[in-house]
Structures are given as C-alpha cells and as structure tokens.
C-alpha cells in the first residue's frame, strides 16, 4: 500500500500546487475565510465526501468512510486563515487581496488535505476505519479556531481517536519531516493593562499622578516574575509590545495602555503566573498613586504531543520518506491552537520541510517574502494519507 499511496500522491501533485496557487492568491483573514470555505467544499464534493460547514464560523468537517467505518476514527487537521501582511514575493501567483497574505503557509496546509483526501477517497475501499478532515479557521487570533470549533460540537456525531496536524517548516529542507513527543508549543495568553491616574503638565509632577512612569515601572516589575517567581527550569516569556501613553513632550496622559502576551510551557504555573501578574501591576500602579484595570485572556493553551501517538508517526514516516529524513522537532515559545484539541484528544503535531532549490532563503513566517518550493507537497501530501491508512490499519 506504501507504493500505491506514493503513486498516487505523485500523480496529483499538479492538482495539489493548482489548489495552491488559487489559495495563495486569495488568501482571507482570520473568521473572514467564507471564500476558502467555498473552495474547499467544492472539492470535497467533486471528491465524493460528504460535509458539515459552518462549524465555528467557517469550519467544515469532510467524512470519509472506509469499508469498516465504526473500527476506528482518525482526524486530520488543516488552519485556513491568513495574516494582514502584505506580499513582497515576485511569485506569478502572489497574493491578490490587499495587506492580505498567507505567510505562515496555511493555504499549504489546505492543500496538502485536500491532496491526501483526494488519495483516500481514491482507496476508500480498502479504508479501516473513518478519516475525518478538519478545516479550521482562525488560528492566527485569539479565541482559536479550533476551540470554536470544538465549541461549536466538531466531533458531536463522530469521535476520533486521534487527531493529527501538520505545519510548514523553513528550517528543513524538502523531504525532511520533524516530530517530537510531549509539549511543543507554548501556551499563549494575552495581557492588556490601562493604568489611570490624574495628568497633568509635565513640569509640575508634584501635581498629579505620573501614569507613565508607573506604567513604565510596570514592565520592569512584572520581568521579576521570570527572574525571582518562577521555577528556573519551566521555560516562560512575558513580553509587552504595545505602549500607548498618548499625551505630548510636556502632558502626561490620565491613562496608559499596556498589551503584551504571556507564554509558558506549564498549564499550573500559567495560572499561578497570571495571579502574579494582577497582584504586582495593581500593587505597582497603587505605588505611584494610580489605579489599574487588568485583562488576562485565556488564549490558547500548550501544544502536547501523545508519546504514543508521534512514536507511531516516527514510525509509519520513517518507512515513508526514510529515516534520514526524520528530524526531531525543536521546543517553541510560539503559539498553536491545535493545542486545544491535544487537551481533549490524543494528538500529534509534526512539520515538513519546505526549503528547496527554488526558495533557498525561503523567507521567514510571518514575513512578506515568505514562500515555499512546491516539491514539498510530494511529502506533506504523501505523508498525511500514509499516516492516516497506517494508524488505521493497526
């Protein structure tokens, strides 16, 4: 059957960069992906397999049946969304819609289901089991796609047993597959502050409540909760990157805006450390005088992948593409939404390289010049039916 899945993978390896293409040059933000949505429905009904739409806003659920359906339900999960960047690609099918740009490779990732959907309903036949499709929305911005999703009853009538993911890679070369077991990706919680008080002119401090200095003195103070807090070997970052204190050389502003994002590999020490994060930016603030109002949004949770589960896609990967083209996948601090379904399902979550002789640079994600050299659906798509026939087969 690895033969016959490597056959086919290749002989729609046109179809899969055209479906490529035609996302790449319409890419759609976050909850807005209604024509995506479209494209992908009509595909999986030229394909044959029935479908639920609109689950989570934009979300579609693509069943496929195999010839003992009730024996074990797998899902394998795609994101949809693009990011407000825009493109400084010379690509001839570079993005179409204005500061609109899918430069994380999610239109990959659409693609490389719709590849593999299209090789398992080729064998549906001699299918063990149910593969589900999972089309999600939103990944790039809070609350998730996937817990909207999740929300919204994806898997009420079918169940799986386990759920896998895959994401682009520019740091492994075409071929190249990474996995890793345990946590991955760090949990991601956004942090807004406004610290009020009472401004004034800035040459008369003595008469008023300084809110930049005290939101000022915020950041220093919550930096302690990494330096002095925490548990030295539980890795954490909190950053602020917005600042808005909107007065003028010599007016200090009767509030301060803060945003910043919370991450961390622990889900108990998130939460002890967002109770650290109330307590010394309202202490803080009542030291210079001021107030604070404090919004600590539960964003999405870390990314954790089943020992089991990725063993077993080390395993089915490696008779794939060879164990020379099996890395482990590095720990990151950045965040994935999948990890709301690795807190309720078993899961693995994997990379695929997509640096080759077209993109050596490649870019980076999340940047304007991000792309990927097509030869890399031959494994994305490859490697996603083959996991999905071996994990039902045993």
Request: aromatic residues 8%; hydrophobic residues 40%; negative net charge.
């Amino acid at each position: 059957m690895k033969h016959k899945i490597e056959t086919l993978a290749e002989s729609i390896f046109p179809y899969v960069c055209d479906v490529y293409k035609q996302l790449h040059m319409h890419p759609e933000l976050s909850f807005h992906e209604t024509e995506t949505a479209v494209f992908i429905q009509r595909q999986l009904t030229e394909m044959g397999i029935p479908f639920r739409a609109n689950i989570g806003t934009t979300g579609i659920l693509g069943v496929l049946k195999g010839k003992n359906p009730n024996k074990k339900i797998i899902a394998l999960r795609a994101d949809m969304d693009a990011l407000p960047i825009t493109e400084e690609t010379d690509l001839p099918y570079k993005s179409e819609n204005e500061h609109c740009m899918h430069a994380c490779g999610h239109d990959a990732h659409v693609s490389s289901l719709l590849g593999a959907a299209k090789v398992l309903a080729s064998i549906k036949e001699e299918l063990e089991g149910t593969v589900l499709f999972i089309f999600q929305p939103g990944e790039e911005r809070h609350p998730g796609g996937a817990r909207l999703m999740l929300e919204d009853g994806v898997f009420d009538e079918y169940k799986p047993d386990l759920i896998l993911a895959q994401h682009v890679s520019v740091d492994y070369p075409v071929g190249t597959v990474a996995f890793r077991p345990g946590i991955i990706m760090a949990s991601a919680d956004e942090i807004h502050i406004t610290v009020k008080g009472k401004g004034g002119h800035g040459a008369l401090p003595h008469l008023f409540n300084d809110t930049v200095l005290a939101a000022s003195q915020i950041v220093v103070s919550l930096q302690q909760i990494r330096a002095r807090l925490s548990y030295p070997f539980t890795p954490m970052v909190l950053s602020f990157g917005k600042f808005i204190a909107d007065g003028a050389t010599n007016v200090i502003p009767d509030e301060v805006k803060l945003s910043g994002t919370l991450r961390t590999m622990d889900e108990k020490w998130r939460d002890e450390c967002k109770a650290h994060v109330k307590r010394i930016t309202t202490e803080t603030a009542l030291a210079y005088g001021c107030t604070c109002e404090i919004e600590a949004q539960d964003g999405y949770p870390t990314v954790n992948n089943d020992p089991k589960i990725t063993a077993d896609a080390i395993r089915f990967a490696s008779e794939m593409v060879g164990k020379d083209h099996i890395e482990e996948l590095e720990v990151r601090m950045t965040g994935e939404d999948f990890g709301f379904f690795t807190h309720q399902y078993p899961c693995s979550f994997y990379r695929f390289g997509i640096r080759g002789a077209t993109n050596p640079n490649c870019g980076g994600l999340h940047t304007s010049t991000f792309q990927l050299d097509l030869e890399a659906f031959k494994t994305s798509v490859g490697v996603m039916a083959w996991l999905a026939w071996c994990n039902l087969a045993e």
